[in-house]
C-alpha cells in the first residue's frame, strides 16, 4: 500500500484528455513537499516528467501539466497520442517516515 | 550527456550478498545525490537509498536497512549498493538515478536503465 494514491489506471481515445490524480497527506504533498510526475514507458526507465508540481523538463511537450492544491496533485495529458500509453508515478516527500522519499503505486494509462 | 549505467545484478540465494555498481558520466559525479530505486515484477517504484556527493550523508528504507549498504568513488565516476541477507522480496530491477539538488523533496532527473536482482532457492 503506497503512501501517495494513485488510481490504477485510466484511459482515454486519442485526442482527449485524462487526469491522474496523486492523493496524499498532511505529512508529505500537504506539508508543501513537491510533487514530481515520471512516465515510464513499457520496458524502460522511468522518465522525469513533470517537477516541483507543475514545471515540464526541456523537451517534453505542453500537453503535459500537473497542479498540486491541499494533500493532492494532478497530471493531466491533453491531445492523447498513442505514444502516451504508459505507466505514470508520482513522488514527494514524507515527513515522518525514516527516510521518506515515497511513490504513487503508479497509472497505467491506455490510449483506446 | 548524461548516463548512468547500471551492473552486477543477478540470481542470488535467499542470504546471500550481491554488490550493484553504477557507472556515471557525463557530469560531474560528485556534485550531485545519488539514489537507488527499486521495481518489482510487475509493481511500482520503491526508493531504497541515497547518498549525498560528498558521501557525509545517506539514508535507506526501512525495509532494506541494516542489510544493504550505499557508497560511491568519486574517483571512479561510480556508485555501489552492497546488498546482504538477501530475501525473495528483494527482487527487483535496481535503478540508479540522478537527484538534481540537495533539497529533500528535488527530484530524480537521470535514471538508468536498470539492473536485475533475483533472489531465489
Known amino acids: 500500500q503506497s503512501v501517495l494514491t494513485q488510481p490504477p489506471s485510466v484511459s482515454g481515445a486519442p485526442g482527449q484528455r485524462v487526469t491522474i490524480s496523486c492523493t496524499g497527506s498532511?505529512?508529505?504533498?500537504?506539508?508543501?513537499?513537491?510533487v514530481h510526475w515520471y512516465q515510464q514507458l513499457p520496458g524502460t526507465a522511468p522518465k522525469l516528467l513533470i517537477f516541483?508540481?507543475?514545471n515540464r523538463p526541456s523537451g517534453v511537450p505542453d500537453r503535459f501539466s500537473g497542479s498540486k492544491s491541499g494533500t493532492s496533485a494532478s497530471l493531466a495529458i491533453s491531445g492523447l497520442q498513442a505514444d502516451d500509453e504508459a505507466d505514470y508515478y508520482c513522488?514527494?516527500?514524507?515527513?515522518?517516515?525514516?527516510?521518506?522519499?515515497?511513490f504513487g503505486g503508479g497509472t497505467q494509462l491506455t490510449v483506446l | 550527456q548524461v548516463q548512468l549505467v547500471e551492473s552486477g545484478g543477478g540470481l542470488v540465494k535467499p542470504g546471500g550478498s550481491l554488490r550493484l555498481s553504477c557507472a556515471a558520466s557525463g557530469f560531474t559525479f560528485s556534485d550531485y545525490y545519488i539514489n537507488w530505486i527499486r521495481q518489482a515484477p510487475g509493481k511500482g517504484l520503491e526508493w531504497v537509498s541515497y547518498i549525498s556527493g560528498s558521501s557525509r550523508y545517506t539514508d535507506y528504507a526501512d525495509s532494506v536497512k541494516g542489510r544493504f549498504t550505499i557508497s560511491r568513488d568519486n574517483a571512479r565516476n561510480s556508485l555501489y549498493l552492497q546488498l546482504n541477507s538477501l530475501r525473495a522480496e528483494d527482487t527487483a530491477v535496481y535503478f540508479c538515478a540522478r537527484r538534481t539538488d540537495a533539497t529533500v523533496s528535488s527530484p530524480l532527473d537521470y535514471w538508468g536503465q536498470g539492473t536485475l536482482v533475483t533472489v531465489s532457492s
Open positions: 498532511s505529512s508529505n504533498i500537504g506539508a508543501g513537499y513537491d
Open positions: 516541483s508540481n507543475s
Open positions: 513522488q514527494s516527500y514524507d515527513s515522518s517516515l525514516s527516510g521518506s522519499w515515497v
